[in-house]
């Protein structure tokens, strides 16, 4: 037995020598391991779909994206997590929850929505996360791209989303962007964000708390159905409030 030993570590550092790379996988990856989160670097926009195997797209739980993505690498996401490129009613057998955009950049061009009526295609624009981008996928935790200005209409709208920590970019934030999300427990806009669009936390059943960033006017509803929610912060900067903006639940305005 000592002897056999003595042999196949003569041959694995036969092998070694060959080849160093080999030695690396052979140290920290054991056989038959599967890596909890997929990291996909995509050198060219569009290419998305050529980097993951059919078998892993609608099996792959966590992916951290790397490189500049366009509208057609993330259709190619929203199927993985769950949202047909058709259509955000028709969904998919894709299992993915978390999603790390942080190192990604999103740049304009391809479709993330490609449905056969042209009024509902939905084309990437630069830094955005665009209308409805996400909307009803399986998405429970997302790190945005560093990048990002803008987050547009019902792009969250329904999908089960815990955490939304927007980078000090963003400036924007469309109407209904989380609403329907009654996971989220926790919200940070930066102070960069100028607009917030009417119904934005709606039915956010899980929120409690949030402080409102420097903003002139707060639109209508924006907290409409947020039943856990008792203290918001308003800011020096708030001119005019729309309708019915808060919830009947609140105990601290400040």
Known sequence: PIAACRDNTQKFMRTTLLCPALAICA???PLGAAAEVTSITVSEPGTLSTLISQDQKFAIT???VTGSINGDDIGFIREMAGVSLSSYDTPTEGQLTKLDLYDAAIVAGGYYIDSKYSWEKKQAEANTIGDNMF??????AIEFPQGLTKVGQSAFAGAPVASVILPPGVT?????????????????????????????FQNCSSLASFTVPDITALADQTF???TAMTEIELPATLQS???????????ALR
């Open 27 to 29: 140290a920290f990856v």
């Open 135 to 140: 909307r009803k996928s399986k998405l429970t």
């Open 62 to 64: 966590e992916l951290k």
């Open 172 to 200: 924007s934030v469309g109407s209904e962007a989380f609403s329907g999300c009654t996971s989220l427990t926790e919200a940070s806009f930066p102070s960069a964000v100028t607009s917030i669009g009417s119904l934005c």
């Open 224 to 226: 409409a159905g947020c």
């Open 241 to 251: 409030i729309g309708y019915a903006p808060f919830p009947s639940s609140l105990t």
